[in-house]
């Protein structure tokens, strides 16, 4: 046998069981609580359902022409998301809505790509993705710059941008008929903001948030929520969710403006009792309160 031949045969067989051991260290639980990942389907009726995996939510229209699928997460979720939808009905998935540009949101789509679905979003995820480019996520085939109506079998989708809250390309989805809304980040039920709030701009969050409360729905299903919550709130969450981070950034300026201008003081001192109840008090808040410092410290 050439040398260079065994070589080659012999880094093969290494690579092979580098891949093996990387594959069972895998993880297999989810990164918060150390449950099993896990996914399921929530029927609403006339054809609207909400697909969980792990924390995420996106939802999907089944019509007679076609589905309607919004942020197809990952790959593994879209997999299994495929796989769901396919036990409703042998349509065809005709288009994939991106509700802004993150990549825990919206990769895995490829494979809806494959059977021939139009991707829509905002025009700036098309800069977003040609920025960060991800081989399973598709650029945009649609865009728009503040309203769209996405329209399939007699079902109506309607997606408005609200300006820079997280990130820039962050549409909200309205079903017009039923009245509810999907949003994705920028509410989440009964929660603290998400760590330190990467990529949200506070004061437009809350702009957004009145905005959006000025609209006419009944009902939200957020982009976020362990099985043990509800699969859609009522209305109120958003009003909920914007007094929240008005009470947190009065209480940082507040303590600011007494004289305590660190952060690390800011995290210990500064409390909400009143969302005491909500999901990861206790982790994230502080790391909220710091966010909020940065805001009124860096005017970032």
Do not use: C
């Not at 979720?77 to 009905?89: D, P, S």
């Not at 009003?239 to 303590?255: G, I, S």
């Amino acid at each position: 046998m050439q040398p260079i031949i065994k070589i080659a045969m012999m880094l093969a067989v290494l690579l092979a069981s580098t891949l093996a051991v990387s594959a069972a260290k895998l993880p297999t639980q989810e990164p918060i609580g150390g449950k099993p990942f896990g996914h399921s389907v929530k029927s609403l009726g006339n054809g609207l359902y909400v697909f969980r995996w792990w924390v995420y939510r996106n939802i999907f229209i089944v019509t007679d022409e076609g589905v309607i699928v919004t942020d197809p997460m990952n790959p593994k979720a879209a997999k299994l998301l495929q796989a769901e939808i396919r036990k409703i009905t042998d349509k065809p998935v005709k288009y994939v809505v991106y509700s802004h540009n993150h990549h825990d949101h919206i990769s895995g789509g490829i494979i809806f790509k494959e059977e021939g679905a139009r991707f829509v979003g905002h025009e700036n995820v098309v800069r977003e993705l040609r920025d960060h480019p991800s081989a399973v996520t598709p650029l945009p085939d649609i865009t728009f710059k503040d309203l769209y109506t996405l329209k399939l079998g007699g079902r109506t989708l309607e997606l408005e941008y609200y300006g820079p809250n997280h990130g820039d390309s962050l549409v909200v989805m309205r079903l017009p008929k039923e009245k509810i809304l999907f949003i994705v980040d920028i509410v989440t039920p009964r929660r603290v903001a998400f760590r330190g709030m990467p990529d949200f701009w506070p004061d437009e969050w809350i702009r957004s948030l009145k905005e959006i409360e000025a609209t006419d729905f009944d009902y939200v299903i957020s982009g976020h929520g362990p099985h043990t919550q509800p699969a859609i709130d009522p209305a109120s969450v958003v009003m909920e969710q914007r007094v929240y981070l008005q009470d947190l950034m009065t209480a940082v300026k507040k303590a600011m403006d007494a004289g305590t201008h660190s952060p690390d003081a800011l995290r210990k001192t500064v409390r909400l009792p009143k969302y005491k109840n909500w999901r990861n008090y206790d982790t994230w808040l502080p790391m909220n309160i710091e966010r909020i410092w940065a805001y009124y410290h860096m005017g970032w």
